[in-house]
């Protein structure tokens, strides 16, 4: 079994590889161009997401058994194209939903108590008291969308502040638990004063959030996008919070994550949303801590070795 790592890792994956007697070969420089000219000789492949896995490297893979993504979002994986293989694909949620859970509630605390906004004021020499009067999260509805490993690690930590938690999934069946009540969207859109997305990048969820979305959200209120950009129209947002209809806004993820490369579209949306009191924005983050990549590595491996111990068994 060799296997190919073509993403920076964190250096917790090394010795747990060795240890566990697995050959590997790790190139976290390679462009898509090496990945092709090499992928043929490896059963293994250790993404993040840098890399586009799609037909054409597939094509390339005729000993491929695994993807292994050591994070969650499987967006730059073509799911279709790697179950019409015989190929398995592991991720681990699991590594990085308390960081992307504590990092929503900071998102959310910031927001509503001015805490970025109010620091910038400090520094200037402004005492504005009354300009930084905060709001509460107790009592609060706060809707999620996606109610997996984010979602529900976000509503546990929400309850500890006595909000009302709603959560809507698509897929999944009988979810709610005792920190968030099983919900709709129609539902979490009449009664929330905050929405959090935690849903996958996938064809139904791009640019979910639009402005049909925020229009038929019954009141004003807050957004949080810890998930994946593109399923926000930045556009819609910068109207939303010039009418008012969007309170605030915390985005950890964007469109397009090269500010370098924006359209002017982009430029202008992003240059309104970076001057507003109301928003915060981090570069992707949310999922990365100290202590999160070292979960993911041990997820990912735990599951390599698995599936070795499976396949050596048949
Ligand atoms: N900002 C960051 O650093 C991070 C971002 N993420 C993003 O968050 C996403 C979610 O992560 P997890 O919670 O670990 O994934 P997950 O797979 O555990 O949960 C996603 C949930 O969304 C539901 N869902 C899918 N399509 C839906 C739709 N159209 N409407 C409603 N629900 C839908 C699924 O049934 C699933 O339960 C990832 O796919 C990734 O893109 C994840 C980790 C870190
Ligand atoms: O796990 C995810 O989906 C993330 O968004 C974080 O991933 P990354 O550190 O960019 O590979």
Redesign the pocket.
Known sequence: MKILIVDEMHPSLFPMLDEAGLAYRYEPAFKRAHILSHIADYEGLVIRSKTVIDEEVLLQAPRLRFVARA?????LIDLEAIRRRDIQVF?A?EG??D??AE?AVGMLLGLFAHIVKADREVRQGLWNREGNRGIELMGKTVGL????????ATARRLNGFGCRVLA?????VN?GDEYAQEST?EAIMAQADVISL?????S??RL?LNDDFIAAVARPFFLLN???GEIVQLEAVVRGLESGKVRGAGL??LENEKLSTLTPEQQKAFDYLRTSPRVILTP?????TQESYAKINEALVKQIMTHIRVNAAH
């Open positions: 994070g969650a979002g499987l967006d991720a949620n990085n939903r960081a992307v990092h969308i996606g109610y997996g490993f984010n979602g529900s809507y999934d698509k897929y999944l979810y969207m935690h849903v996958p990048l996938t139904e969820t979910m810890i998930a994946r950890d993820v992707h983050v949310a999922g990365w």
